[in-house]
């Protein structure tokens, strides 16, 4: 059974920092490309960051130069550094794993970001 479990999450103040990550179980991990996906109230979820299986990363416009993937296939965890964070970073993020036409999701830990 695949399992994603997110950490990291919590309140913090604009300009800050937090780093996520996303613990996987139950797969061969480093075959799938990983992804951080957010969703803020009233929003679709959007995609945030993406890391392939060979290490190549693409970010949204919006957390570029802000946020930074990375993932250590060793311990099967994909982590997200997020700084100089915005109020409108605030959401709930999700992790997401994707190998050909599956993909399994996490639970998602909040992240809000307020003075």
């Known amino acids: 059974q695949v399992q994603l479990v997110e950490s990291g999450g919590g309140l913090v103040q604009p300009g800050g920092s937090l780093r996520l990550s996303c613990a996987a179980s139950?797969?061969?991990?480093?075959?799938?490309?990983m992804n951080w996906y957010r969703q803020a109230p009233g929003k679709q979820r959007e995609l945030v960051a993406i890391?392939?299986?060979?290490?190549?990363?693409n970010y949204a416009n919006s957390v570029r130069g802000r946020f930074a993937i990375s993932r250590d296939n060793a311990k099967n965890t994909v982590n997200l550094q997020m700084n100089s964070l915005k109020p409108e970073d605030t959401a709930v993020y999700f992790c997401?794993?994707?190998?050909?036409?599956?993909?399994?999701w996490g639970q998602g830990t909040q992240v809000t970001v307020s003075s």
């Open positions: 997401n794993a994707g190998y050909l036409n599956r993909e399994y």
């Open positions: 890391i392939s299986s060979t290490g190549s990363t």
């Open positions: 139950g797969m061969i991990f480093s075959i799938h490309t």
